[in-house]
Nanobody
Framework: QLQLVESGGGLVQPGGSLRLSCAASGLTFSRYAMSWYRQAPGKERELPARITIAAAGTNYADSLKGRSTISRDNAKNTVYLKMNSLKPEDTAVYYC????????????WGQGTQVTVSS
């Protein structure tokens, strides 16, 4: 059974750090580009960070650039998002997405993990 399970969210003070994890099972992880999306209340889902299948390339939205690092461990079927200098506007549900590197439209989502940045 295919699953993407996020963890690591929670409540953090402004300026703090978090590391999100997404553990994948039921798919050939190394064939999927992995992304972290986020959605804040009343806002559209946005794509803050993406990493290619062999970690050859990473992309960040301006909202997280310079404050975050996306990485993957293909041996553990896990992708990470380390976020530093968190701001209240980073508050959102963060979702993990796996997109097949060659087959268009083949992608999967996790259930999301809540990140709340507040004092």
């Amino acid at each position: 059974q295919l699953q993407l399970v996020e963890s690591g969210g929670g409540l953090v003070q402004p300026g703090g750090s978090l590391r999100l994890s997404c553990a994948a099972s039921g798919l050939t992880f190394s064939r999927y580009a992995m992304s972290w999306y986020r959605q804040a209340p009343g806002k559209e889902r946005e794509l803050p960070a993406r990493i290619t299948i062999a970690a050859a390339g990473t992309n960040y939205a301006d909202s997280l650039k310079g404050r975050s690092t996306i990485s993957r461990d293909n041996a553990k079927n896990t992708v990470y998002l380390k976020m530093n200098s968190l701001k209240p506007e980073d508050t959102a549900v963060y979702y993990c997405n796996a997109a097949h590197f060659r087959l268009k439209g083949v992608d999967y989502w996790g259930q999301g993990t809540q990140v709340t940045v507040s004092s």
